[in-house]
């Protein structure tokens, strides 16, 4: 399989993709005021005890108090049955210092998800200096990682974890050093703590030149091709201590952006639309809410040729890896419900499903299908860290306020002639109305019908300013005499 990683550094924008036999895999984009937490270790301070739900608002200094659940506490994973009984009050007070790190960077509405069982990601291993946890690469077989968890946990101390990559079990004994250089690490920090005041940044993750470092180390081989030559100065230098990796590295000098001379541009603009054509007229809708992403799939033009249960199977196992492509391009995570077009044999629904997993199995997400509910939705999870590639780009709509849909003109106008219906009468000659020309038409009615029904039922003359707006809209400008508001409106009839 070819691969390829094109890097457009050239502007304040920082972009790479991921190129799989010539078809864009992902799109990763950092733009100056988006930098991502997650990963940075920081000495909070507790802002706030709720045993109602166990868990704390910790200050880590800026921004929203992150969110720490009574679960993701080292004296909690590591004590009895007695102490796991305890509310949260019991292991923290407000005030109180803890080193955190960030497992989920917050939004707008929350703040960021905290743990305090500390990771420390390296190329061979993920140290868990309090997490108690022992777990080696499923690439290995289940007997080669018995053996492995069983060799590891004779270097660890009793309260450590450590997770095995693929890349530490060639047997060469690195992860050995590399937990050495951590737990040294993760000392310095904690000795850091000793001596900094709350809230204070105890470790900050690397830039986005790390996440395509870490690429380059996942996928082993391929083309790098960028157009800022110091990136690529920068990981060459990286490389050199890995041999084992085989990559070759090209700089980009043309005058057309990089993106668009590789056709990225297009599966951009592609990965940001609802609606995403199968190649057989099928086609799936994704929706991205608060709480979870859901995915619809639709039979469309598609009808086949055979009979009808065949035509659903061919339509969900083509859906199948199109979403694995579209969670990985637009790096959607979090809760994924999946609605795919009704199968009633359980056959059926277990090639799907193994289809989809196949999809995501080189995936560098962790992902879990957990199945399908009785109502025949596919439920999975796919890790997230940070806000997906419609976040980055995309924000609220002012005129729906995210729902996707607005008011209709006729909607707008009934609410018009309730107002009006609900003014005391008598006061004034005549009103002036600035509205859309949608929101006259519909309020006016077919030869002005509705119009000379409301101004003899309210004794009263109405005016109307018609104004340009992207949505339906009135607003009740100005009362006073048919002569005045005459002449400051665009048109009364």
Same mark, same amino acid.
């Given at each position: 399989?070819?691969q390829?990683i094109v ?8 972009r790479?993709?991921?190129l799989e036999?010539?078809?864009?895999a992902?799109?990763r ?7 991502t937490?997650?990963g940075n270790i ?6 706030a ?26 004296a ?7 102490i796991?009984e305890r509310?949260?009050?019991s ?12 497992k989920k ?5 929350k703040g960021?998800l905290l ?6 990601a390296?190329?061979?291993?993920v140290?868990?200096p309090e997490g108690?946890?022992?777990a080696?690469?499923?690439k290995a077989?289940e007997?080669?990682?018995k ?20 890349a ?9 050093d ?13 000795d850091?703590?000793s001596?900094e005041?709350a809230?204070?940044?105890?470790y900050?993750k ?8 870490r690429?380059l180390v996942?996928?082993k081989?391929?083309t ?5 030559p110091?990136?690529?100065?920068r990981?060459k230098?990286l490389?050199?201590?890995?041999p084992?990796?085989?990559w070759?590295?090209e ?7 990089? !993106?668009?001379?590789?056709k990225?541009?297009g599966?951009l603009e ?5 609606i995403?054509?199968?190649e057989?007229?099928a086609y799936i809708v ?6 979870l992403?859901?995915?619809d799939v639709n039979t469309g ?18 859906a199948?890896k199109e ?10 995570g979090?809760?994924i ?8 044999d359980e056959?059926?629904r ?8 196949k999809?995501?199995?080189n995936d ?5 299908i957990?199945?399908?509910t009785?109502?025949g ?10 806000k ?5 780009l ?15 003109p006729?909607t ?5 002639e309730?107002e ?6 008598g006061l004034h ?8 020309e949608d929101?006259?038409?519909?309020f006016?009615?077919d ?5 000379g ?11 109307f ?11 009740i400008?100005? !009362?006073?005499t ?12």
């Open positions: 399989m070819s390829s890097i457009n550094f050239k502007t304040r924008e920082k790479y993709a991921v036999n010539g078809e864009v992902a799109i984009i950092r733009q100056p005021g988006d930098v937490k997650v920081y000495l909070g301070k507790v802002a005890v709720k045993p109602g739900i166990n868990a704390a608002f910790i200050d880590i200094g800026g921004g929203r108090h992150g969110y720490l659940h009574i679960g993701r506490l080292p909690f994973l590591h004590g009895n049955d007695e796991r509310p949260i009050s292991f923290l007070a407000a005030g109180q210092p803890i080193i955190v790190q960030v960077d917050g939004t707008a509405l960021p743990t305090g069982i500390i990771e420390l390296g190329e061979q291993i140290y868990l108690k946890y022992t080696v690469s499923k077989d007997a080669e990682r053996l492995w968890r069983s060799r590891v946990r004779a270097h660890l101390e009793p309260r450590e974890g450590i997770i095995l990559r693929t530490a079990l060639t047997g060469d004994g690195k992860w050995l590399e937990l050495k250089t951590m737990r040294k690490k993760y000392r310095a920090m904690v850091k703590a001596r005041k809230p204070a940044v105890l900050e690397n830039n986005v030149e790390t996440e395509i470092y690429e996942r996928m081989s391929g790098v091709i960028s157009d800022d110091e990136i690529l100065k990981l230098k490389l050199e201590n890995h084992e990796l085989d070759s590295l700089f980009y000098s043309g005058q057309v952006n990089i !993106f668009t001379y590789y990225i541009d599966a592609d990965a940001l639309k609802r995403v054509w199968l057989n007229g994704i929706d991205e809410t608060e709480a992403i859901s995915i033009k598609y009808t086949g040729r055979q009979d009808q249960d065949e035509t659903v199977l061919q339509t969900n196992m083509l199948a979403i694995a492509r579209q969670l990985k391009l637009r790096d959607y979090g809760m419900l999946i609605d795919f077009i009704d199968m009633q056959k059926e277990e090639k799907v499903r193994l289809a989809l997993e999809e995501l199995a560098g997400k962790q992902t879990r957990t199945g399908f009785e109502l939705i596919l439920q999975m999870t796919r890790k997230k860290t940070r997906s590639l419609p976040e980055t995309l924000k609220v709509c002012p005129v729906c306020k995210g729902k996707g849909k607005i008011e209709s006729e707008v106008a009934f609410r018009l309730r009006l219906l609900e003014m005391p009468s000659e005549a009103v002036l109305i600035e509205c859309t929101v006259k038409d519909c006016c009615g030869n002005l019908v509705h119009l029904r409301l101004e003899h039922l309210l004794h009263v003359k109405l005016f300013r018609i104004i340009r707006d992207a949505h339906p809209y009135y607003a400008r100005q !009362f006073g048919v002569r005045e508001l005459g002449e400051k409106s665009s048109s009364s009839r």
